[in-house]
């Protein structure tokens, strides 16, 4: 962990200095205030500007007529979840809003994919990707986005035994549908349409709920002047400017209570979301889509976890799909099997290759958000002394303790953005 004073007493890290700031307004604050009330004065009072710069491979754009196979090789490469999706077709002296349309991510490619598994099931989809016809690949397309804007999709059937067979993933990302299909074709699987971003203006508070009440993955922050993306915020930059923080009063006064203190994890142990072993491994993307999660816990017959599948895995099957081909039956476990061995060879580590990661009830805060740093991970699931898997605690939950939203805080900012369903705030 990295120490907040060196010798001379000054901030060693951006995240550190950004922390700082927060101390400096907490000292200010109104002493009957709570905790949390205090941090949301704080963060509310400064600008996502003053966030840390994410490094230029990381703040990668991609044009709308680029394949959706191209946008999958480039976010392998840049071990990025999503990119901003330029429209080609806009005027070159467009506004921001006229010049983004949304935001292609792992997340809508499973959606993709699981619609491809299902056409499978019929003679139009078995032939579309059996012979590749160029032909038939926009009124698939059109067909498979239909009615898919995220995150209210749930009409998902059950897997055919070959859309769950290791040789579906092979036929997929050799077909002239994959290879044609643009990025644009897939905008019904946006999670935001069009375009969601923050201006260097709004506050940091408003960044930490879109990550946490609302479920965004990283959020784009633009410079309204230029009309172009400045900055984007991802999950793990936050958990890392948290790691920064550790040691300063505002962080400590709940960075040092155990996870049972802050009612952590939130969701009771018969409620997480889990795939078992045994199971079609596009079940652990569907269940992922359904419920917004960015992961999900594989468990054995025991009941006691043996893995985790994320949604930036299923670059795995697009990338890597001939060595799934000798399974009939892609389960999960054959899934988890054939990935770390498909590591070991190329001598890669990710955050998959690190296995399953786990905590206590009585570890502190503190420790949970070093341990996520320090695998570059998003969520940790939290054990008994037993091994049984108690619940998950994610980012999402960690902002949770830290701040809340004000009633009315959004207003109209989403206004436009996404058609909002009944009964939902997004």
């Known amino acids: 962990m990295t120490m907040i004073m060196d010798g001379s007493e000054s901030p060693r890290s951006p995240e550190a200095r950004l922390g700082m700031k927060v101390e400096d307004l907490w000292d200010t604050q109104e002493p009957q205030l709570t905790p949390t009330e205090k941090l949301n004065a704080c963060f509310e009072s400064i600008p996502v500007s003053s966030f840390p710069l994410a490094p230029p491979s990381q703040v990668i754009e991609i044009n709308s007529d680029t394949s959706v196979a191209e946008a999958v090789q480039l976010m392998a490469k840049h071990k990025i979840l999503s990119l901003p999706v330029v429209d080609v077709d806009a005027p070159k002296d467009a506004s921001w809003m006229e010049r983004y349309i949304g935001i292609i991510e792992f997340a809508g490619i499973a959606v993709w994919i699981l619609h491809q598994s299902e056409e499978k099931e019929g003679s139009a989809g078995s032939e579309l990707i059996a012979t590749g016809s160029e032909e038939s690949t926009s009124p698939a397309v059109a067909a498979a986005t239909k009615g898919m804007y995220s995150p209210r999709y749930r009409s998902f059937n059950s897997f055919s035994a070959a859309s769950a067979s290791g040789h579906f993933f092979e036929a997929l990302t050799s077909s002239a549908l994959y290879k044609n299909t643009k990025v644009r074709d897939i905008s019904g699987s946006f999670r935001w349409a069009p375009f969601l971003a923050l201006q260097t203006s709004n506050s940091f508070l408003t960044m930490l709920l879109l990550l946490s009440s609302y479920r965004m993955k990283s959020v784009p922050v633009v410079d309204s002047g230029e009309g172009k993306i400045e900055n984007i915020i991802t999950q793990s930059a936050v958990i890392h400017m948290l790691e920064e923080c550790a040691g300063l009063q505002w962080f400590e006064r709940l960075g040092s209570k155990k996870l049972s203190e802050l009612g952590l ?162």
């Open 265 to 426: 994890p939130l969701m009771k142990p018969g409620n997480v979301v889990k795939v078992h072993e045994d199971e079609p491994v596009l079940q652990a993307f569907k269940l992922m889509r359904q419920e917004g999660f960015g992961g999900v816990p594989v468990v054995g017959s025991d009941g006691k976890a043996v893995g985790n599948i994320s949604i930036r895995d299923i670059q795995f099957l697009l990338l890597a799909p001939a060595i799934y081909k000798e399974y009939r039956y892609m389960t999960a476990k054959n899934f988890l099997t054939a990935i770390r061995h498909y590591l070991e060879e190329h001598e890669q580590s990710t955050p998959f290759s690190s296995g399953m990661i786990t905590c206590k009830r009585d570890d502190t805060l503190k420790e949970v958000i070093i341990k996520l740093d320090s695998r570059k991970i998003h969520r940790v699931y939290v054990v008994d002394e037993a091994g049984n898997l108690e619940g998950v605690v994610t980012l999402r939950d960690i902002i949770s303790k830290l701040v809340y939203e004000p009633p009315g805080y959004f207003g109209d900012f989403f206004y436009g953005v996404l058609p909002l369903p009944a009964n939902s705030r997004v």
